[in-house]
């Protein structure tokens, strides 16, 4: 029954790893997202997919790529770790742009 | 630049007080205007959703929403020691395609027993 459901919940990893976090609804939403949230509480917008295709991308690294394998997918793969991605990333989908967001419950990312 | 603005706290409220909670934003063709709940190691949870000026109540929760001055407030009625949380201001902007919600820093609000 989880709406927005991302694996795995906690992630750690040494620097300069490759890793990859999942993330899927089954809510029917149109747009999914991902949100960093940093050690001081902060939400920032790291992409959004709408119909597979990429709507925005919020001066992230090149490191960082989202691949939505369908409508009810966005995966986050990022390359060569650093010790300054170490952050909560929050999946999330909505219905449209003027709508709420439904948050996955979180991974922590912990980089050593 | 779209921005949401709030004041970090910590708000301390007695319990059986109301809680206000306010949130001032930048561009004004936004439209939707949400507030969300955080609990520490938790993800947000949405509690109110508010479009039009005005206020909607809901249980023990009311936003406000004054488009002209760019302001939206969350007041909490009854105040519980379970509502002690981060509340989160977000706004979606009108600019098409998925710009997704520009969300506040949050207010961590400390409901004293």
């Known amino acids: 029954d989880t709406a927005v459901s991302q694996t795995p919940k906690y992630l750690v990893t040494q620097m300069g790893n490759d890793k990859s976090i999942k993330c899927e609804q089954n809510?029917?939403?149109?747009?999914m997202y991902w949100y960093k949230q940093d050690s001081k509480k902060f939400l920032k917008i790291m992409f959004s997919?709408?119909?597979?295709?990429?709507?925005i991308n919020e001066t992230v690294p090149n490191r960082f790529s989202p691949k939505s394998p369908d409508k009810a997918h966005l995966n986050l793969h990022i390359n060569s770790l650093e010790l300054g991605d170490s952050a909560v990333y929050f999946c999330?989908?909505?219905?449209?742009?003027?709508?709420?967001?439904?948050f996955g419950n979180g991974t922590r990312l912990t980089v050593t | 630049q779209k921005e949401v603005e709030q004041n970090s706290g910590p708000l301390s409220v007695p319990e059986g007080a109301i809680a206000s909670l306010n949130c001032t934003y930048s561009?004004?063709?936004?439209?939707?205007f949400f507030w969300y709940r955080q609990y520490s190691g938790k993800s947000p949870e949405l509690i109110m959703s508010?479009?039009?000026?005005g206020d909607k109540e809901d249980g023990r929760f009311t936003a406000q929403l004054n488009k002209a001055s760019q302001y939206v407030s969350l007041l909490i009625r009854d105040s519980q020691p379970s509502d002690s949380a981060t509340y989160l201001c977000?706004?979606?902007?009108?600019?098409?395609?998925?710009?997704?919600?520009?969300f506040g820093k949050g207010t961590h609000l400390i409901i004293q027993p």
């Open positions: 999330a989908s909505s219905r449209d742009s003027l709508s709420p967001l439904h």
């Open positions: 809510l029917g939403h149109d747009t």
């Open positions: 997919y709408n119909n597979k295709e990429l709507i």
């Open positions: 561009d004004r063709v936004s439209q939707s």
């Open positions: 508010i479009y039009s000026n």
């Open positions: 977000a706004v979606a902007y009108s600019g098409g395609g998925a710009d997704g919600l520009t």
